[in-house]
């Protein structure tokens, strides 16, 4: 068996490869300890251990206890080509892990071309072309992010919780204001890239969402999608596939 993390800013989620992906949970990481990953690791012989992480304190709390307790290191990887995928931007350094396994998850599962808007702490959009060929993407702040900022950096905005968001005309109290501005202005803002996008390189893409925030807004999004929940680990079970 072999274990896969996909490591974000906000939560971590957990699956595995066998003869296939399986997926096994989610963790926010400020409640990841060690009791907490005793009950959420899978019973089993694990050979190896896969993770793609943006968060290296997290990294090196799950390496501790996967050395301590498995005798086990991390396996580290690093973005390169694949027969069906080709990276082309100035610094393939610069492109996360998390971007990476996206990629290499969609373009493994559907067909180019594709815009893929993966939103967790931050917002992103990757294009891949018709050629198959990922060179260019968006990276913006979250929603999460965006209402944090309006706290943080002013003394009488509240911070505020996403769960309930009212229509722009019926927003009367500070509150909903700024649900309903962060939940319309991204919502908005998505729709606007993406048409752009396309506009910009003159065909349509197929549209697949992925990360913790992006089922909150899928019922306002106007062009058809792909809803994928576990894209990133899913890139990582590809890869390590292709790479034996």
């Known amino acids: 068996m072999k274990l896969l993390i996909d490591i974000g800013n906000t939560a971590t989620k957990f699956g595995y490869l066998d003869d296939e992906f399986h997926y096994l949970s989610r963790c926010f990481n400020s409640e990841l300890n060690k009791d907490k990953l005793d009950v959420l690791l899978p019973e089993g012989n694990i050979e190896e251990i896969y993770a793609s992480s943006v968060a290296p ?3 090196e709390l799950l390496s501790e206890y996967f050395d301590s307790k498995y005798n086990l290191e991390i396996k580290e990887f690093g973005v390169s080509d694949l027969d069906n995928l080709k990276i082309k931007i100035d610094n393939k350094d610069e492109l996360g892990l998390d971007l990476y396994c996206d990629l290499v998850g969609a373009v493994n599962k559907y067909q180019t071309p594709m815009l893929i808007v993966d939103m967790g702490t931050a917002t992103k959009i990757l294009l891949v072309n018709k050629d198959n060929v990922f060179n260019s993407c968006v990276i913006l702040p979250g929603m999460g992010i965006s209402k944090r900022i309006l706290n943080e950096a002013t003394e009488l905005l509240p911070n505020t919780d996403l769960d309930e968001v009212k229509k ?3 927003s009367r109290n500070t509150i909903d204001v700024i649900n309903s501005s962060v939940y319309y202005g991204h919502v908005e803002m998505i729709n606007g890239l993406l048409e752009r996008y ?11 969402f992925t990360g913790g925030n992006a089922n909150k807004i899928l019922k306002d999004i106007k062009a058809p999608y792909i809803y994928d929940e576990n894209l990133c680990l899913e890139g990582i079970s590809i890869y390590v596939k292709k790479r034996k």
């Not at 396309?198 to 697949?208: A, M, P, T």
Request: proline residues 0%; hydrophobic residues 30%.
């Open 198 to 208: 396309e506009n910009e390189i003159g065909y349509k893409c197929l549209h697949i």
């Open 57 to 59: 304190k997290i990294t």
């Open 168 to 170: 722009l005309s019926e």
